[in-house]
């Protein structure tokens, strides 16, 4: 390991040199593009970035290292939903205590705020999962779109869906014992593994529209019939408003699993597409995303 270390401070000194020595010589370059060609330092344990396109890997830091992924699971709690067959996303599902009972018994965990009784489409629970990151509204697609007599068995069957559905897309070093994120101690990805299973995930169009919506404001339907209109469910992904070409993912949080950000970002027809795992603190993993994107446009 310390000559791994040893190896890599050489090879960017190494680096610099050549690129400093370029510079003198031709006067070709600038201090701008000699900067954006630096590898960059993220505070982040874990990274990953790729041409979303050829699936080249543009940037690696301990990429295959299996860590919590916090909320980042929801981004297969939503794939799994949306390659369902015949699925009818205005079909409706009707709120259970169960859901807002898990969200106090979890020490009110991040939720879209759903009201027991009202009925919420399918549509509009990917956007209470996705933006607010809704553990709720997670809690109800499983439970919707598992098999099973019972709810236990229902969700039992939605994370046996999500892990099939991981072992499909080939990604080796995922597991997943929740829906939400919320795990009892197995539920892992990689960088790299993260990253892969957003680019799958970004395919769908539907999935594309709802992870690159800032704000969106749900109607639902309640037990009288009349309709509820919700308080806007608003983005926890930062990049969204604050880098150019910004098209989703999703944050992650927990005491295990540190700050979490999946991202992606089109310029210029390219689109950048990576992961930064167990950051420390929320402004720290929107700058290891931000360096990162940055990094990963210049190559």
Known sequence: MITGIKGTRFRRAAAVA???????????????QAQAAATPSIA?????????????SLYTKAADTRRSTG??????TALVVLKQSNLNL??????????????????????????????????????????????????ALADKFGSGSTRSARVKSFIGKMNTTAKSLGLKNTHFDSFDGIGK?????????????????????????????????????????????????????????????????????????GYCLVFAATRNGKTVIGTVLAST????????ATKLLNYGFTK
């Open 185 to 257: 101690g197995a539920n892992y990805s990689t960088p790299r593994d993260l990253t892969k299973l957003a680019s799958a995930a970004m395919k769908n169009s539907t999935f594309r529209t709802v992870v690159k919506t800032k704000k969106y404001t749900a109607k639902t339907t309640t037990k009288s019939g009349g309709t509820r209109t919700m308080a806007p469910w608003e983005n926890t992904n930062p990049l969204l408003s604050s880098y150019t070409g910004a098209i989703g993912v999703k944050t992650g949080s927990g005491p295990e699993a």
């Open 71 to 76: 909320s980042t699971t929801k981004i297969m």
């Open 90 to 139: 205005d079909s409706k599902v009707t709120v259970q205590k169960a859901y807002s009972d898990y969200i106090v018994d979890n020490n009110w965990a991040s939720n879209a705020k759903l009201i027991v009784g009202d009925k919420v489409t399918v549509r509009q629970l990917l956007y209470g999962l996705m933006l607010p990151s809704g553990c709720d509204a997670a809690y």
């Open 281 to 288: 603190s929320a402004t720290a993993r929107k700058s290891d």
């Open 44 to 56: 982040a344990k874990g990274g990953y970035v790729m041409n979303n396109a050829t699936g080249k």
């Open 18 to 32: 050549v690129t400093t020595g370029a510079m003198l010589a031709t006067g070709a370059l600038t201090t701008t």
